[in-house]
């Protein structure tokens, strides 16, 4: 029995505690629902919680957007899309459960006529499959629209919940494009909703490895005490992409490799790397501190010698013949975009004081990985001969957050023989080894938390803002620095990246 939804759901596995907690009476609109993000996640994410037995079995799905369709014509929609793309094996009887809950509101967002009938479709959905008033507004759109999405919102008082009830805007990135923007952006929102109902989607923190970096630290005595400038030589943190831009020209070009990647994944992946232990796991605590991370990141004082922009050119990736960034369909052949960034940062606090964090992101680079990388400092002392120790590495702790997610520990070991030679081996851990159940997708976990008001894996506000006044400089001095570096696709990147580390005597790892 839930508490939130006073039911007993015949398919739900009480063997089942990865995700335990059902959402109570409620609705989900989602504004762009044409849009790939929507019908590649954010539909299939809806069907899997359903499936899983995590959605009561009244709740509605509202889609609006620009098309002549009818309800039907939006659950075929629906359908198709979970058939593709959805986690868990498609039933029947789920599927039907959750059609009687799907409405379609055709219309622009500028359209006082179509908010009309969203709202007259609330309250039917209210009375029909009881709800209760609970509504999420999920902005699967550009952000230029957010304004106007959010005041037809508040026009049409579907912003303001029923006594008793609630309502929350779910926004998608970026969050603006520079400090002032998303200052901008935070005032607009919150204009119409208070901050602790508005959820900024990262869907990074969705991910069971980020979140497992959490209980690797504080839930084992192993590691947090070398987490630390006294044993920490520096820490790495990659999320490299094999792929180009695809069709997201329009998005991309002007945006780039930082502000797409950097200001919010990479640094909340090093919020998290670097953080002290909260008193609880709340989002207040939480957010407390990361703002205290963020807050004290330096930036390098060279940033020409210490930060580092490029774009991809032409080359050879996966047996294929790659074009150049500046031969892509839609892109200025004079763009200035960065597919690639790279950055030096310190954290100015007595637990990292002198240890950089190398932060890098890029397109079309040797294969898809994201990965955080803990290098621990060199034995002070080694009773060893050199010779039995020259093919003997750092250690380190490699945190996987995608695709073979999991942890690998690598140290030295005696190779086996008659003399004394060291060489480095790996300890792994493996999600799909050790646990019998797949990880959920990012987008389950964060639209249940959504829908029980859990703003724990949610950059708030003032994290949003930080992470611009670190990237907002590096920006500035790139637009005035001329034009970006070049790599050719298929590579690990630009070589002023490898001179960057090299400068401090390190080198990045080939994931």
Do not use: C
Not at 21 to 50: C, E, N, Q
Not at 438 to 443: G, I, K, L, R
Not at 463 to 487: C, H, K, M, N, T
């Amino acid at each position: 029995m839930s508490e939130k939804s006073g039911w007993v759901n015949p398919l739900r596995d009480p063997l089942d505690r990865r995700l335990p907690r059902i959402a109570g009476p409620s609705g989900l609109v989602i504004f762009g629902v044409t849009g790939d993000l929507s019908r590649k996640k954010l539909m299939p994410a809806v069907y899997d919680l359903a499936s899983r037995g995590l959605l009561p079995p009244g709740f509605s799905l509202v889609g609006f957007a620009r098309r002549d369709w009818a309800d039907e014509d939006f659950a075929q929609v629906v359908h198709d899309a979970v058939r593709e793309h959805a986690r868990t094996p498609f039933r029947e009887e789920v599927w039907l459960q959750l059609a009687k809950g799907m409405r379609f509101i055709p219309g622009d967002f500028s359209d006082d006529e179509a908010f009309g009938k969203l709202k007259a479709t609330v309250e039917e959905l209210d009375k029909a499959q009881g709800t209760g008033g609970n509504f999420a507004f999920y902005l699967s759109v550009p952000p230029k629209f957010f304004p106007t999405v959010v005041q037809q919102l508040k026009a049409h008082s579907l912003s303001k919940a029923p006594s008793g009830s609630w309502r929350r805007a779910v926004i998608e990135k970026p969050f603006g494009h520079d400090l002032a923007s998303a200052e901008e952006l935070n005032r607009v929102v919150h204009e119409v909703f208070a901050p602790d109902e508005v959820f900024r989607i990262d869907h990074y923190l969705g991910k069971e490895t980020v979140q497992n970096i959490l209980a690797l630290r504080f839930a084992n005595t192993l590691f947090e005490p070398i987490w630390n400038r006294s044993y920490v030589d520096h820490v790495q943190i990659t999320m490299a992409e094999d792929i180009g831009i695809g069709g997201r020209a329009g998005y991309y070009d002007g945006i780039g490799a930082a502000r797409d990647v950097i200001q919010n994944h990479l640094l909340q992946l090093l919020a998290l790397t670097a953080m002290e232990e909260p008193a609880s796991f709340d989002a207040v605590n939480l957010v407390t501190e990361k703002l205290k991370v963020f807050k004290a990141v330096r930036l390098p004082d060279d940033l020409g010698r210490f930060t580092v922009r490029a774009q991809y050119t032409a080359g050879w990736q996966g047996g294929g013949k790659a074009v150049g960034y500046l031969q892509e369909e839609g892109i200025d052949s004079h763009s200035r975009t960065d597919t690639y960034a790279a950055v030096k940062l310190e954290i100015d606090n007595r637990r990292w004081a002198g240890v950089p964090f190398y932060l890098r992101t890029g397109k079309r680079l040797g294969r898809r990985v994201t990965e955080i990388a803990v290098v621990f400092q060199r034995a002070p002392h080694s009773p060893f001969d050199s010779m039995a120790t020259e093919e003997l590495g750092h250690n380190a702790l490699v945190i996987r957050v995608q695709p073979d997610e999991g942890v690998t520990m690598r140290f030295g070991s005696k190779v086996p023989g008659t003399s004394m030679e060291l060489r480095d081996v790996t300890m792994d851990f493996a999600y799909g080894q050790s646990f019998t159940e797949s990880s959920p997708e990012a987008y389950e976990r964060l639209i249940l938390d959504v829908l029980l008001g859990d703003a724990n894996l949610f950059p708030r506000t003032e994290e949003v803002e930080e992470s611009w006044r670190i990237l907002d400089p590096i920006e500035e001095f790139w637009e005035s620095s001329g034009r970006p570096a070049q790599y050719p696709a298929g590579t690990w990147g630009p070589k002023e990246a490898d001179e960057m580390l090299a400068r401090d005597g390190r080198s990045w790892r080939r994931p």
